[in-house]
């Protein structure tokens, strides 16, 4: 009898022992599945945030090559740049990101969006400046431009798609709620988002 219940006790060591084994090896699975998922959402997020740079960029020229032609409405340009103003004044920390910060971020991109629409409109009403080469040029890029946030927006929402159904599936969802990891935003297709921006030209 003694015997029998040193053997049940090593069994049931054993088997305690292999649980933990199983549990620390699933834990640090899904730990290190859920930090690689995580790191590309960020990256997916900081192409994003560069795109969206690069067309806060074109603004100064273009500033410059509207204000060559004195007679330009000064007040449709102004609302750009101030509209570029607060657009780069926004910086969120892809890490800590929630829908509110999204939502704002992306509410000031797309107030730039409009303003540069506005913007392009006017010139249609200057030959002169419609034709300058310097205004074509950031046509061309902004062009290029806003087909690229397009497409980073959507790899950004398919990688954070990616990792909060990894976090939020069973029993993953135990191990993220666990180690915090947390759910991040997607964006929200803007009214108008699915069309091409709109080019002035000749």
């Known amino acids: 009898m003694k015997n029998k219940g040193c053997l049940s006790a090593g069994t049931i060591g054993i088997a305690l022992l292999v649980i933990v084994a199983v549990l620390f090896f699933w834990g640090k699975s899904g730990y290190n ?14 192409n994003v945030e560069t795109v969206y740079q690069k067309r806060a960029n074109l603004i100064p020229n273009l500033e410059r090559t509207v204000k060559s032609y004195s007679k330009f409405e ?28 999204l939502a ?3 509410a000031a991109q ?64 135990i191990l993220a709620n666990f180690t915090n990891f947390k759910e991040k935003p997607y964006f929200k297709a803007a009214a108008g988002a699915e069309k091409a921006p709109e080019v002035f030209s000749e």
Do not use: C, H
């Not at 599945?33 to 900081?46: A, R």
């Not at 103003?85 to 926004?90: G, L, P, Q, V, Y």
């Open 33 to 46: 599945n859920f930090v690689t998922k995580e790191q590309t959402v960020n990256t997916k997020w900081s």
């Open 74 to 101: 000064q007040e449709t340009l102004t609302k750009v740049v101030e509209a570029r103003s607060k657009a780069t004044s926004i910086n969120i920390d892809p890490t800590n990101m929630t829908e509110q910060d």
């Open 104 to 106: 704002k971020f992306q």
């Open 110 to 173: 797309g107030e730039l969006s409009g303003a540069l629409s506005r913007l392009m409109a006017v010139v249609e009403s200057y030959p002169n400046l419609k034709a300058d080469q310097q205004y074509i040029n950031f046509q061309r890029e902004y062009t290029a431009i806003e087909n690229s946030i397009r497409t980073e927006t959507v790899y950004y929402n398919a990688a954070a798609q990616d990792y909060n159904t990894s976090i939020k599936t069973f029993p993953n969802n």
